[in-house]
């Protein structure tokens, strides 16, 4: 399902500002004019200054140096309210032209240097680099807020969209003006003048709460680690016991074992470890982050948040943040979104208890003492059903999936529907930020033509935060000349020794095919105007979710799924054990997720005055007969989806949104001649589904791609659970 993860695909411009300062609420300090001295200096800072090199010019990650960033940030933010204060007091009247399109282009350098800001928060954070990041935070939110609060500015903005709505522009100048005017008119520029600075103060105190929330989260998976020795390795797979070893030896810890508090290294501890305290241990470890009642602890964080939120929406007379923030989404609003999420809980609480059972049995069977399942235990005694079942072993399943094999089957997939080719730029000839960062270039198959760069960082180590996530670092747009795409997939494998390969799990996989699916769908973008590469968050997890589907194909199984050390291809009936395997478990994923999704929701809409989110996370799941053997996939005080930033807050339910119109659009591929490689359907996928970026209204995207809306049925048959009788919930619907 790909609902750990993290995907953020950078907009450029002023939307890209504007919804960074939704996510880090700001405010600014007063401009002060620089002395020619400094001027010069800003100028000439390597993070501000204009990409060069090959492929259209490439960020200069070989330049980095943090003492550059603060004053880029500062002089980069001078630069673009100037060019926004221009465009405010032009004298001549707003057009599309001298607004929009001026605003589009607005803001390269602030731009650039936010790309090197991206990187050092989430691939390189140092206690430096947040001490830096904890001073500009406040700082962004003032300078979005000059923007978003500029009364000139959104006049200019009004009139263009009035005007257009009496003679209506050119289909993608008409969706920029309307999206450009909603954005301001959601970020309150409407109004009266005190509730404005109200507005900008709650910003910038929010900005300071969602830095705090990461980089607790952050310290607390840096901090908390659990070491082995030798003698508490049962059961760890031997790629495992290495990885662990060598993540000792890097912490000093040499001769010992370390289990990182990250998911992907908690995840394969708790799957196989036979040794049930240690498990109890690592979960609790990870389960626990941000909760352990310290200086790191988020609670009272997110008490804050809510009621800091909460007042904001209400300056602009909604009801409560949730209302105000769907009014945009596919969802439209929380009713919405809670209806489908309802529609699933009830069958996926009731399959946890087929599981359970199943477990439960088992352990009987195994164990030398009595036990009762646990969420410790859940994965463990998963697997071990998984092999009783389905003569299905997760282990034997990752002798098939190394790394490189699964990176030729993306780009495979890629050159099949996409007519993509990728390949390997030499060392050397594009900077990177870390040794591990490998390039690829990625060029039309038939004509040869460059469409852009493909970064992969792959591993997971200290200062890199958890999860897997795909960005931007530049985005395609035509309205100033041809700009090519520099996109990047970001990943935390465990890395292994020096000379093993690395095998991951088909969850894994999975989720690697999934967070490709966002770096296609930012190289295969076929827009004019930076705006138009935004997205709408319960709309652009679809196309990610639907390429995972591609892992399975019998193109992919033969060609590339083959063992690491025989190179023999997967053996058809593991094949067939994994298919007919591929509802198992699916209680587990779907309740895990939906605990969150549903939490986020009900955390948005409660009352937040005297709010203890402790307390309402055990009442809430209580309530919602959440099944005591199963946690929250994120449990509250490091949901940094909904906490450290605003881009999933209220949002988390659009991965099973996403994934109604993924199930659908899966049996289109299915029920055509040619299968997931119609070269009809593929054709369809690409012109209404990935090229139009946000271009055009998913819905209407979406029904110009199957002819109707989305059913919740495929979803539901997908994960083995019953099809609700008369069912016709969509997942495009616009009621």
């Known amino acids: 399902m790909g609902n750990n993860i993290i995907a953020t695909g950078t907009k450029t411009g002023l939307m890209a500002l504007l919804a960074l300062a939704s996510c880090t609420s700001t405010t600014t300090q007063q401009s002060q004019t620089p002395t020619a001295v400094e001027q010069k200096q800003a100028e000439t800072n390597p993070l501000l200054t204009e990409w060069t090199g090959p492929y259209g010019g490439v960020p200069a ?79 962004i939110s003032e300078f979005s807020s000059k923007i978003s609060q500029n009364e000139k500015l959104f006049q200019r903005i009004k009139t263009v969209y009035e005007n257009a709505q009496k003679n209506p522009l050119p289909a993608d100048q008409q969706r920029v003006v309307q999206l450009v005017y909603e954005n301001f008119a959601m970020e309150g520029a409407d109004l009266s003048p005190e509730a404005k600075k109200r507005y900008a103060e709650i910003n910038k105190e929010l900005s300071s709460l969602y830095t705090a929330f990461g980089n607790n989260v952050l310290a607390d998976e840096e901090n908390y680690v659990t070491y082995l020795t030798k003698d508490q390795l049962k059961g760890l797979p031997e790629d495992f016991v290495k990885a662990a070893a060598k993540a000792a ?43 352990n009642g310290d200086d790191k602890d988020n609670n009272a964080i997110i008490a804050k948040i809510l009621k800091l939120r909460n007042e904001r929406v209400k300056l602009m007379g909604y009801d409560n943040y949730a209302e105000w923030r769907l009014q945009n989404r ?51 005694y998963a697997e071990k059903v998984r092999k009783q079942k389905y003569d299905l072993n997760s282990d034997e399943v990752k002798q098939y999936l190394e790394l ?60 890199k935060r958890s999860g897997a996530w795909a960005t931007t670092y530049r985005a395609h747009t035509t309205f100033d000349g041809k700009k090519t795409v520099l996109a990047s997939n970001n990943s935390n494998f465990v890395k292994p020794a020096p000379g093993e390969p690395v095998l991951v799990s088909w969850d894994d996989a999975t989720t690697f095919f999934h967070e490709f699916g966002h770096a296609l769908h930012f190289l295969a973008a076929n827009v004019k105007y930076p705006t138009l590469n935004s997205g709408v968050r319960d709309y652009t997890e679809f196309q990610s979710q639907l390429l995972e589907r591609w892992l399975s194909t019998d193109k992919v199984i033969n060609q590339f799924l083959k063992h690491h050390e025989t190179g023999k291809p997967m053996p058809a009936d593991l094949v067939a054990k994994i298919k007919k395997a591929s509802t198992f478990n699916q209680g587990f994923e779907t309740t895990e997720y939906l ?28 309530a919602m007969n959440m099944p005591k053997e199963v946690v929250m996939r994120h449990r509250t005080p490091h949901f940094g989806h909904v906490f450290s930033g605003e881009g999933y807050a209220t949002g988390y339910y659009g991965y099973l949104w ?52 989305a059913k919740i049925d495929a979803l539901m048959r997908d994960r083995g659970f019953p099809v609700p009788s008369g069912s016709s919930k969509s997942g495009s619907s616009n009621k």
Do not use: C
Not at 63 to 74: H, I, R, T, V
Not at 250 to 274: C, E, H, I, P
Not at 410 to 438: C, I, Q, R
């Open 61 to 139: 990650f070989d330049k980095m140096n943090l003492a550059d960033l603060k004053p880029a940030m500062e002089r980069g933010m001078e630069l673009q309210l100037a060019e926004i204060e221009a465009i405010a007091n032009n004298p001549a009247p707003a057009t599309f032209e001298n607004t929009i399109e001026a605003m589009e282009r607005a803001g390269e350098e602030l731009n650039r240097a936010f790309t090197y800001y991206g990187i050092w928060s989430s691939n390189v954070s140092t206690p430096e680099f947040r001490k830096i990041q904890e001073e500009l935070a406040p700082k």
């Open 249 to 291: 030896e890097d912490r000093g810890k040499a001769g010992m074992y370390a289990v990182t508090n990250t998911r992907s290294s908690m995840d394969q501890f708790l799957t196989y470890s036979d040794e049930r305290a240690l498990r109890e241990k690592v979960w609790n470890t990870y389960y626990s982050r941000g909760d």
């Open 330 to 380: 596919m969802a439209k609003n929380p009713e919405n979104a809670m209806a489908l999420m309802n529609a699933v809980w009830p069958a996926a609480i009731a399959r946890v208890k087929e599981e359970v059972a199943d477990m439960q049995k088992v352990a009987n069977a195994t164990s030398k003492t009595k036990i009762t399942i646990q969420p410790w235990d859940y994965r463990y």
């Open 404 to 463: 490189s094999n699964l990176t030729q089957a993306m780009f495979f997939t890629a050159g099949e529907l996409f007519n993509f080719k990728f390949t390997p730029v030499e060392e050397g000839k594009v900077p990177v930020f870390h040794e591990d960062v490998k390039v690829w270039e990625v060029t039309d198959k038939t004509t040869g033509e460059h469409i852009g760069l493909w970064y992969l960082d792959p591993f997971a180590r200290q200062g």
């Open 595 to 622: 605990a969150s999704a549903i939490m986020d929701m009900k955390l948005h809409l409660a009352d937040p005055n005297g709010l203890d989110p402790d307390k309402f996370e055990r009442e809430t799941l209580a």
């Open 658 to 709: 996403a994934d109604v119109l993924t199930s659908d659009a899966a049996e289109a591929f299915e029920e055509a001649p040619g299968g997931f490689y119609d070269k009809e359907v593929a054709a369809k996928l690409v012109k209404y589904l990935f090229a139009p970026r946000n271009a055009m209204d998913p819905a209407e995207a979406y029904r110009l791609f199957r002819g109707r809306d």
